[in-house]
C-alpha cells in the first residue's frame, strides 16, 4: 500500500470510470447524425423522435465524461510529477490540442444542437450536429494519440530527464496512433449500437412502443455488420504491432516463457497459470491448432514468439492479469460477432416484423443481457494495453516508479477514497436519470421543428 501502488491504483479507476462515457458519447453522436440525415432525405418523424430520444441520454454522459476526463489530465500533475516535469512539455501540449480543438468544437456546436431546434435551419443543425459528432472523435484522436505515444514513444528525445528536442509529425504519428484511435473509435460505435439494442430489446420484452425500437434496433444491426468484423480485424492488427514493438507486453499476454525454436510453431494457450519464480506455466489448456500463438502474432504457422525469459526479470510486468483479460476481451468480441449473424438470420426469416416481436423473447433477452458487453470488452482491453506496458509509463524510456510524484501513503488514501465516491454517486445519478428517460419513453406529443418558419424568416 505505497503511494506507487496507490496511484496506479487511482489513475486505474479514474481511467476506467471516464471510458464509459465516451464509449457512449461519441458512438451516440454518430448515430444522431445517421438518424437527422434519414430524417431530412426521407421526412419520416420516427427519425427525428429517436434523434431526441437518444439524445438525452447522450447529454447525460457527454456532462459526465468532461467532469471526470479532466480528473485523469490534473492526475498527470499532482500524482505523476516525475512524467510531468520530464515530458510535460510534449505531453502537455498532444492534451491541449485535446482541449483547444476537439473539447471546444464539441461544445460551442452542442449548444446549438440542443436549442437550435426551431431557431436555426435544418443545413445549419445537421452541421452544427455532424460536428458535434466530430469533435468527439477528434477528442479520442489526441486522447489516443497521447498514450500511444507512451507505448511507442518517438519524435521526443530526452536527455537528462528532460524534453531536448520534438519532431511533432514523428510524435503525433508515432507507430500506435492510427490503429490505436481507429480500434477505440470503432468500440465506442460498437459499444453503443449494443447499448441501444439492448434498451430496445428491453422494450420488446416489456411490450412498449415496439414499432419505434423494432426501427433502430434494425438501423443497429446494420451497423453492427460492419462494426464487429472490423473490430476483430483491427484488434488483430494492434495484437501484431505489439509483438513488433512490445515483445515483452506479448509474452505476458501469452504467458509465453521459451522463444520457440526457428520453424516451431508457438502453441497458443487458452489458459494458463504462470509461475514467476519457476518460469513456467503450472497448468495450461492449449488450443487444439498446431502455431496458432505464431500465427496470431506473426501471421505464419511457424513465426518465432519471443519469450518472457528473453527479457530481464525487472523488465517483465504482470501476466495473469493481461493474459485472462486479453483472452476475456476475444471472447467478448466474437460473441458480438455471432450476435450480430443471429440477428441478420432472424431477420432473414422474417422474425423481425412488427407482428412477430413478441414471439422469441429468449432472442430479446440475449440481446438485453447483450447490453454491456462493449463497456466489458473495452475496459479488459485498456487493462491489457495498461498493464502489459508495465513496468514503464514511457515504454523502454522511463520506468513508471520513476513518474511518481513525492506523496505520503495517507495522502493518495485520502483522494483515491473521494474519487471512488464521487464516481460511484455519478453513476447512480447515471442510473437514475437514465431509468427516468426509459420510463417516460420516447415523445410522440411535441410538434415537430417548423423548417419552413425558420426558412422564411431567414430568407
Same mark, same amino acid.
Given at each position: ?61 457527454? /456532462? ?8 485523469? #489530465? ?29 473539447? =471546444? ?10 436549442? %437550435? ?17 466530430? /469533435? ?39 507507430? !500506435? ?48 455488420? !460492419? ?37 516451431? %510453431? ?66 467478448? /468480441? ?20 412488427? #407482428? ?6 429468449? !432472442? ?21 494495453? #495498461?498493464? /502489459? ?12 516508479? #520513476? ?26 445519478? !447515471? ?8 420510463? =417516460? ?19
Amino acid at each position: 500500500m505505497d503511494p506507487l501502488f496507490l496511484s496506479r491504483v487511482q489513475f486505474a479507476v479514474t481511467t476506467a470510470f471516464h471510458m464509459l462515457w465516451p464509449l457512449l458519447s461519441i458512438g451516440l453522436s454518430f448515430m444522431m447524425v445517421i438518424l437527422e440525415i434519414a430524417w431530412l432525405k426521407t421526412k419520416n418523424e420516427v427519425y427525428y423522435r429517436h434523434e431526441r430520444f437518444w439524445s438525452k441520454i447522450f447529454i447525460l454522459t457527454f /456532462g459526465i465524461g468532461v467532469a471526470s476526463g479532466l480528473v485523469l #489530465e490534473f492526475e498527470f500533475g499532482t500524482n505523476w510529477a516525475g512524467f510531468s516535469s520530464a515530458v510535460g512539455g510534449f505531453f502537455g501540449n498532444i492534451l491541449g490540442f485535446e482541449g483547444s480543438m476537439a473539447f =471546444a468544437l464539441e461544445s460551442a456546436f452542442l449548444a446549438i444542437f440542443i436549442f %437550435g431546434w426551431n431557431r436555426v435551419s435544418p443545413r445549419v443543425h445537421l452541421v452544427s450536429t455532424i460536428l458535434v459528432a466530430f /469533435g468527439a472523435s477528434l477528442s479520442a484522436w489526441w486522447i489516443m494519440d497521447a498514450n500511444s505515444w507512451m507505448q511507442t514513444p518517438t519524435g521526443v528525445k530526452i536527455v537528462n530527464g528532460s524534453v531536448s528536442s520534438i519532431n511533432y509529425l514523428q510524435a503525433i504519428l508515432n507507430p !500506435f496512433a492510427t490503429i490505436s484511435f481507429w480500434h477505440m473509435w470503432v468500440a465506442c460505435i460498437e459499444t453503443t449500437i449494443f447499448f441501444v439494442a439492448g434498451i430496445s430489446a428491453y422494450y420488446m420484452l416489456k411490450k412498449q412502443n415496439t414499432e419505434f425500437f423494432l426501427k433502430i434496433f434494425k438501423i443497429s444491426v446494420i451497423i453492427a455488420i !460492419f462494426a464487429t468484423p472490423v473490430q476483430v480485424y483491427l484488434g488483430d492488427l494492434s495484437g501484431k504491432l505489439v509483438g513488433q514493438y512490445q515483445p515483452a507486453t506479448l509474452a505476458a499476454m501469452e504467458s509465453h516463457w521459451n522463444t520457440n525454436p526457428v520453424g516451431t %510453431g508457438a502453441t497458443w494457450h487458452l489458459i494458463a497459470i504462470p509461475n514467476r519464480k519457476a518460469e513456467t506455466n503450472l497448468f495450461v489448456i492449449n488450443a487444439p491448432i498446431p502455431g496458432l500463438m505464431s500465427f496470431l502474432d506473426t501471421g505464419s504457422f511457424t513465426g518465432q514468439v519471443k519469450g518472457l525469459k528473453d527479457f530481464p526479470a525487472q523488465d517483465r510486468g504482470p501476466i495473469i492479469l493481461p493474459f485472462y483479460s486479453f483472452r476475456l476481451m476475444v471472447l467478448i /468480441g466474437f460473441i458480438m460477432v455471432f450476435m450480430m449473424l443471429w440477428a441478420l438470420w432472424y431477420w432473414f426469416k422474417g422474425n423481425l416484423k412488427y #407482428e412477430n416481436t413478441s414471439r422469441h423473447k429468449w !432472442f430479446w433477452r440475449i440481446w438485453y443481457w447483450g447490453l454491456p458487453f462493449g463497456f466489458i470488452a473495452t475496459e479488459l482491453g485498456w487493462i491489457t494495453r #495498461e498493464v /502489459g506496458r508495465q513496468p514503464w509509463i514511457i515504454y523502454g524510456i522511463m520506468k513508471t516508479s #520513476e513518474g511518481i510524484s513525492n506523496l505520503t501513503t495517507g495522502q493518495v488514501m485520502t483522494t483515491l477514497v473521494a474519487f471512488i465516491s464521487t464516481y460511484v454517486a455519478l453513476f447512480v445519478l !447515471f442510473v437514475v436519470f437514465t431509468r427516468k428517460i426509459l420510463k =417516460a419513453g420516447p415523445d410522440f406529443k411535441s410538434a415537430l421543428p417548423d423548417w419552413t418558419k425558420e426558412a422564411k424568416k431567414n430568407a
